[in-house]
T-cell receptor, first 111, second 110 residues
Framework: NAGVTQTPKFQVLKTGQSMTLQCAQDMNHEYMSWYRQDPGMGLRLIHY???????DQGEVPNGYNVSRSTTEDFPLRLLSAAPSQTSVYFCASSSGTLEAFFGQGTRLTVV | DQQVKQNSPSLSVQEGRISILNCDYT??????FLWYKKYPAEGPTFLIS?????DKNEDGRFTVFLNKSAKHLSLHIVPSQPGDSAVYFCAAGGDDKIIFGKGTRLHILP
């Protein structure tokens, strides 16, 4: 049982480049979300989804887009990367009010 | 505007003693509260949760206490073990999303 799988694990981007962070879960969870972790800032919610076709903004959505075309996948897109987006990104999935399961994270550096 | 606050960035506790991690929240609409543990280079892992209708939940060495009137919850770990050294995140859930605090780094001293 893979749980929540994030790819890639590491990525270096140049300012202005675009990329997509992939997230897939095999637990048939309705809820999926993206967080970023920065030193001294904890985990901040970027975007979340309560089911296929439904997404909403979290605490820090600017500079990121998401879509949810299937239950399993919830990609996070950076349209024009900025150094302020250097962070560790975590994807999570959950079934309603139960605990969320997290992926291993993607460490992104924007130079 | 922080909805979930962990005011202690770090805490050191002697092995075998009790570790108490604290968390405050501002939104009275949260339905449930969770604690997560995180080791370096890994994703957070779920530890224990409590519904807003309860005031205590226990799971082995871990107990979470909820004081709704004070909008405060705490995690007690007893006895503390070396493997408990990690960053602990308090989180609150409701309205389809989970909001996390900044975390507290727990050091268990030999």
């Amino acid at each position: 049982n893979a749980g929540v799988t994030q790819t890639p694990k590491f990525q270096v981007l140049k300012t202005g480049q675009s990329m997509t962070l992939q997230c897939a879960q095999d637990m048939n969870h309705e809820y999926m979300s993206w967080y970023r972790q920065d030193p001294g800032m904890g985990l901040r919610l970027i975007h979340y989804s309560v089911g296929a076709g439904i997404t909403d903004q979290g605490e820090v959505p600017n500079g990121y887009n998401v879509s949810r075309s299937t239950t399993e996948d919830f990609p996070l897109r950076l349209l024009s990367a900025a150094p302020s987006q250097t962070s560790v990104y975590f994807c999570a999935s959950s079934s309603g009010t139960l605990e969320a399961f997290f992926g291993q994270g993607t460490r992104l550096t924007v130079v | 505007d922080q909805q979930v606050k962990q005011n202690s960035p770090s805490l050191s506790v002697q092995e075998g003693r009790i570790s108490i991690l604290n968390c405050d929240y501002t939104n009275s609409m949260f339905d449930y509260f969770l604690w997560y543990k995180k080791y370096p280079a890994e994703g957070p892992t779920f530890l224990i949760s409590i519904s807003s209708i309860k005031d205590k939940n226990e799971d082995g060495r871990f107990t979470v206490f909820l004081n709704k009137s004070a909008k405060h919850l705490s995690l007690h770990i007893v006895p503390s073990q070396p493997g408990d050294s990690a960053v602990y995140f308090c989180a609150a859930g409701g309205d389809d999303k989970i909001i996390f605090g900044k975390g507290t780094r727990l050091h268990i001293l030999p």
